[in-house]
């Protein structure tokens, strides 16, 4: 096999391979670092790590120390017959939705980029970077689905008893009335009670009239492997908070470490967000 079929077969293989590989091409002699890299596709410096490690043994890719900064580049190798690859880096980025990468890319995009590493390398991705890239990903299908009747609304802060602001991920609604939407991943008790305790804080008694309520929408997900709350935990907790104040609204859902990730999931997870607000604003 020569050594363009290896690199084609590599790279079909490897989609987020063939991102790393645009986004090298478009740096010419300048190069990226593992952060650069790590930046743009919104995933972790280990992670990239990894990836560009196996590049570099399959002779895709260079590395080259500038001071501190160990830089990546296009691989001799690999730029004397990129061109006669082109057309099917092409194809590859296309049928993956990944072109034009470096310019802006789906946030469901980058989910099942995520998820395709992780599982390969078998990798935990961290709560905090798991949360803003599904909190980005819910945002962005949610906000691409909304039915006419249905806007985003600039709403001001709600308060809190102790006088404080809280704001929320999205606001939903109508002319008429709108909703907030609050999106958390809880992985253990703590992290339960801190965000039930920050809604319970909430002064929702005498606010506006058009506010319909808040709903909850919380993702229960594995620790290390294993599941430390339950969804009959949260469920209750929220429940607790909704008798004394029938403007809190719940949409629980588990998952694993590569369920979270699956945008099969996710979407699943959307639809039941905006299903919600449509109950609530158009009733």
């Known amino acids: 096999m020569d050594q363009r079929q290896v690199f ?7 989609p987020l391979a063939v991102s790393i590989a645009h986004l090298l091409n478009e740096k010419k002699e300048e190069g990226m670092t593992a952060t650069d890299l790590a930046e743009v596709l919104h995933l972790s410096v280990p992670t990239l790590y990894r990836l560009t490690l196996e590049m570099h043994q399959m002779r895709l890719i260079k590395s080259e120390r500038k001071g501190r900064k160990n830089i ?16 099917t880096l092409k194809k590859i980025a296309h049928n993956s939705n990944r072109n034009n990468i470096a310019h802006g890319v789906s946030r469901f995009d980058q989910v099942s980029m995520a998820k395709s590493i992780l599982e390969e390398y078998n990798l935990l991705l961290s709560p905090r970077v798991a949360e803003t890239m599904i909190i ?16 985003p609304k600039n709403i001001k802060p709600i308060t809190t008893i102790l006088k404080e602001k809280s704001r929320f991920d999205i606001y939903l609604g109508n002319k008429e009335r709108y909703t907030a939407i609050e999106i958390k991943i809880i992985e253990t008790v703590r992290g339960l009670r801190e965000s039930i305790g920050n809604i319970a ?23 290390g492997g294993k599941f430390y709350i339950s969804e009959k935990e949260v469920s209750e907790a929220i429940n607790a908070l909704s008798i004394r104040n029938n403007k809190i609204f719940a949409i629980i859902s588990k998952a694993d470490r590569y369920q979270i990730i699956d945008s099969q999931f996710l979407d699943d997870f959307a639809f039941k967000i905006l299903e919600k607000v449509k109950k609530e604003v158009l009733s």
């Open 201 to 223: 804080l909430l002064d929702l008694k005498d606010s506006d009239k058009k506010f319909a309520g808040v709903i909850v929408a919380y993702i229960i997900s594995s620790m």
């Open 72 to 87: 990546f580049k296009i691989s001799p190798e690999f730029k004397d017959i990129l061109p006669s690859l082109s057309d």
């Open 8 to 14: 084609e077969n590599y790279l079909f293989e490897k």
């Open 136 to 151: 980005s990903a819910l945002k962005q299908k949610i906000l691409s689905s909304l039915p006419s009747s249905i806007v």
